[in-house]
């Protein structure tokens, strides 16, 4: 599975759009972009995933670059229950373990 | 409850004990998952069955753990003899399917329970 690269924190003011980027430059062509997220002690919690094309649903849109070498999670209207750990995972659609890296943790500020 | 149950939230055991821990999952959910996770770091995979089959164990740390789900669904994850750095959060996930059954599908979204602390002393 292809290793991911993101900040390890960002902040973002309540009400605005959270952009999370990941980058992934050695993804290959049947990998899938994933993103879940941990609040405090609880478990991850899955936000997306996509192929290559951008995916949106109700927590959250997910846009990948042309190249796939990268993406962003996008929170369109940050609040406070939004401050968690975020983790982009790059994995084949076939199922299997989730490798977790350090992740972003964001917090969101009022 | 619907989510996945793991049980017991808390254990406190001394070094060199054996301990068990028990995972329940969502009803109808092929896969199950077995995640540590240290203070601090992201979740790291253990081991994880499809049904009652072992799939993949590359992630059991040596031969004092080990996993089974006899009847493809609920799991135990034992450890031998514990030392004091097998302290750490153990979480249990399970997906309804594998892998994904389509581009759209989330078939394989891993549902993760409340954790089971463990401390060695």
């Known amino acids: 599975d292809a290793k991911t690269t993101q900040p390890p924190s960002m902040d973002c003011a309540e009400g605005r759009a959270a952009n999370l980027p990941c980058n992934h430059s050695?993804?290959?062509?049947?990998?899938?972009v994933y993103w879940y997220r941990q609040i405090h002690s609880q478990g991850p919690q899955y936000i997306i995933h996509g192929l290559k094309n951008n995916e949106t649903n109700e927590m959250a849109s997910l846009i990948i670059t042309e190249d796939r070498k990268s993406s962003t999670l996008i929170l369109p209207h940050a609040t406070l229950r939004d401050t968690a750990v975020y983790y982009c995972?790059?994995?084949?659609?076939?199922?299997?373990?989730?490798?977790f890296g350090q992740g972003t943790e964001l917090s969101v500020k009022p | 409850g619907a989510g996945v149950s793991q049980s017991p939230r808390y254990k406190v055991t001394k070094r060199g004990q054996d301990v068990a821990l028990r995972c329940d999952p969502i009803s109808g959910h092929v896969s199950l998952y077995w995640y540590r996770q240290a203070l601090g770091q992201g979740p790291e995979f253990l081991t994880y069955?499809?049904?009652?089959?072992?799939?993949?164990k590359s992630g059991l740390p040596n031969d004092r753990f080990s996993a089974e789900r006899p009847e493809g669904s609920i799991s135990t994850l034992t450890i031998q003899r514990t030392e004091q750095r097998d302290s750490a959060m153990y979480r249990c996930a399970s997906s309804l399917q594998p892998g994904l059954a389509g581009v759209g599908a989330s078939t394989d979204t891993q549902y993760f329970g409340p954790g089971t602390r463990l401390t060695v002393l």
């Open positions: 995972i790059v994995r084949g659609g076939g199922g299997g373990k989730l490798i």
């Open positions: 050695t993804i290959s062509g049947n990998e899938y």
């Open positions: 069955f499809n049904y009652e089959a072992q799939q993949d």
